[in-house]
């Protein structure tokens, strides 16, 4: 495949930073873990679809910084059917919660780049359960490096659960990361894939019933 990477005019364009965000949402484990959520945060940007990150938007293209802890987001690129999107992580630490490590790109960029419509549909958005996926194997690779609670996928993901409150109804809806034992716990009958050894993609645009269930 042949990559369009983008330049940096583009990238500075604060219309494409605008809208909702689709969102790879990893609940790390109880806030305050520095080198938990260090090893997390460093192995998202080790990903080969990703590159960056900048503390800035207009250090564009420079050398990549090592990822650092602090509440501000880090900003770079996902390669993603052949173009680059722009995108950011951010470290969310809760206060008497989790922390949080969210992979997101701006509805902005999936406009200008699919011509995506609203509300995101997979009917009229084929390229989105690519996107789904692209995001469910980013989180397995977390996952092998350091091991998550819980994960989240889809449009404003992030804040929708978290692993001691995840429900059988959640598990149905999809669009979740979950350790084999937790899903195990729910009974869920949706269909579901071991993604990692030990971590359980259920995504949103599946069948809804496992096979055989």
Known sequence: MIWTG??????????LWLGAYFELALEIGPAGDD??????????W???ALRGPWEREDAFGSDPIVPVLHPSSLLGCLRFDGVE???MSWLIREESGSDWIDLSIPTGMLEAAFGASYP???QKDAWLVRLERLLATIGARIFEVEPFQLGLLGEEASGVSSAPDLTVEECE???LL????LWESRGSRRASELIAPGLVFVSLFGPHIASGG
Do not use: F, I, W
């Open 6 to 15: 983008m330049d940096r005019s583009t990238y500075l364009r604060e219309d």
């Open 46 to 48: 080790q990903h080969p």
């Open 173 to 175: 809806l999809g669009g």
């Open 35 to 44: 080198r938990r959520a260090k090893r997390a945060l460093e192995a998202l």
């Open 178 to 181: 979950v350790p084999l034992q």
């Open 120 to 122: 995101l549909d997979p």
């Open 85 to 87: 999107l722009g995108c």
